[in-house]
């Protein structure tokens, strides 16, 4: 796509939000556009990975410092918090993720990355922001902007983060051990978006409740005795105990759980062997679990390993050579969008995106925005958004099943950018002067 494409976004926005009325908000958001759009292929043609976001976080820094805020970095390793206090009131947290993805940029964009990297698999890769999180920072600092300028609006402590490591499920948690809650005023409500990939450009979707699931790694490894493949009867096989695994650990979620109960359970990765005729001592399983409630996570959990016990047992394999099952610590918790104040900030944003803002499923992808809900789950009210990124001609030819749309994390995903920049910015701007607005 070529510039003159994302020039075309910006005209084809402002047809697409033209209220029937003046709007002094969406006026603004539209004068600052070009410079967020800039900012947006500056930041999407040099990602940086988990905890790696130095650059990142130096050159969003410096914008939030310059806009009055008091800025802190380095919190969570590369992490920053922005805080403007601004009289007595409600203390609001706005949220954006800054990491990119171990993937190669296909997208064919003028400014598309040809960062490498090495991330912590050791293996030197390209680097891509293939989740969207660059059109998170733009928005973000066109909020603080917004909020910055119209101090005369709103009373209370607004805490802007900008957060590292989502995509590795560890950011968030590095933010609150280094007291993001202690050494910072701690929010009374949390609000984020993120751009989604199966949904138009400029509509915004939001759950209820849980929105996003628990996420857990599950590693299993399952001793043998090897042998000649001609003699299986010498050997006790591990693939044939981890094949049983496998097809029993189906059980755990078709015939243990509620059918009502969401939940997965993938194993996504199945290796043993090395040679036709070599029957191995060992295979390994890698497993992603995927749920809402924590009492359903942790019989999956214990239900992984009862099963891989069962299957080793059943075998004839002896006590002290039964499979070993380890789970990732840290896990991504459940994301939860607590109803009330989820209620309350769409019932703002449906008159201004009339037409545009819709209920949507749970989805099983996870998000450790979580953990800043989770953190204080008493005093702290949080809500995540969706906002589509999907070019409007490219949507109808999805419908009509011409094409397939790429997802998040596909290296070909390129949002329509000024649509979702535009449409965040304003949406996250005006609930927070809704929350703040000086009584």
Known sequence: MKRTSILAGISALACLSSPAHADELRDAVSAGLPALVSLYEDLHANPELSFQEVE?????????????????????????????????????????????????????????????????TGIETGVMHACGHDTHMAAWVGTAQLLAERRDQWSGTLVMILQPAEEIGEGAKAMLDDGLYSRFPKPDYVLAFHDAAQAPAGFIGYSKGFALANVDSVDVVVPGVGGHGAYPHTTKDPIVIAASIVSRLQTLVSRELDPQEPAVVT??????????????????????????????????????????????????????????????????????????FTDTVMASLKPRFEGRV???????????????????????????????????????KAQKGEITLPSLHSPFWAPDAPVVIATATEALTAATLNLMAKR
């Open 56 to 120: 990142t976080a130096r050159k969003l820094a410096t914008r939030a410092r310059a806009l009055g805020f008091d800025v802190t970095e380095g919190v969570g390793k590369t992490g920053v918090v922005a805080v403007m206090r601004n009289g007595e009131g409600p203390t609001v947290m706005l949220r954006a993720d800054m990491d990119g993805l171990p993937v190669i940029e296909q997208t064919g964009l003028p400014y598309a990355s040809k960062r490498r990297a090495v991330p912590a």
């Open 267 to 340: 194993v996504g990765s199945f290796q043993a062997g090395s040679k036709h005729n070599i029957i191995p001592d060992e295979a390994r399983l890698q497993i992603t679990v995927r749920s809402y409630a924590d009492k359903t996570r942790q019989h999956l959990l214990d239900g992984i390993a009862r099963i891989a016990r069962g299957e080793a047992l059943a075998a004839g394999m002896p006590d002290d050579k039964l499979p070993r099952v380890t789970v990732s610590d840290p896990y991504t918790p459940a994301t939860y969008n607590t109803p009330e």
């Open 358 to 396: 819709f209920e949507t499923p749970a989805v099983m992808g996870g998000e450790d925005f979580s953990q800043f809900y989770r953190a204080d789950r008493e005093n702290v009210e949080s809500l995540i958004f969706w906002v589509g990124g999907v070019r409007a001609d490219e949507w109808e």
